[in-house]
Nanobody, 119 residues
Framework: QVQLVESGGGLVQPGGSLRLSCVASGSIFSINAVGWYRQAPGKQRELVATITGGHRTNYADSVKGRFTISRDNVKNTVHLQMNNLKSEDTAVYYC?????????????WGQGTQVTVSS
């Protein structure tokens, strides 16, 4: 299993920006999908954005136009650039690496990083 470590969370005012990073312990080059999920207090974990090996991206409707996901297969990192942050973006953000072609199937999670949007 790939170990994932997130960083970059913090406290930001509404309208501000943050850049989350996720570093993998091994190569992510062959991993089909890496992405970001979030979980707010009292709510279920939800998808924020994913990116495939071919750099195809998928975003939750709530973050389209504000967030950008990218992956660097050389540095084994995944970034989430978050702009125009809103209070409803407050959550713990988790990095995920998933590939059902692995044996056993890969589904790794980081420990999470807190993002708080508040004035």
């Amino acid at each position: 299993q790939v170990q994932l470590v997130e960083s970059g969370g913090g406290l930001v005012q509404p309208g501000g920006s943050l850049r989350l990073s996720c570093v993998a312990s091994g190569s992510i080059f062959s991993i089909n999908a890496v992405g970001w999920y979030r979980q707010a207090p009292g709510k279920q974990r939800e998808l924020v954005a994913t990116i495939t090996g071919g750099h195809r991206t998928n975003y939750a409707d709530s973050v389209k136009g504000r967030f950008t996901i990218s992956r660097d297969n050389v540095k084994n990192t995944v970034h989430l650039q978050m702009n125009n942050l809103k209070s409803e973006d407050t959550a713990v953000y988790y990095c995920n690496a998933e590939d059902s072609d692995y044996d056993p199937p890969l589904d790794s999670w980081g420990q999470g990083t807190q993002v708080t949007v508040s004035s």
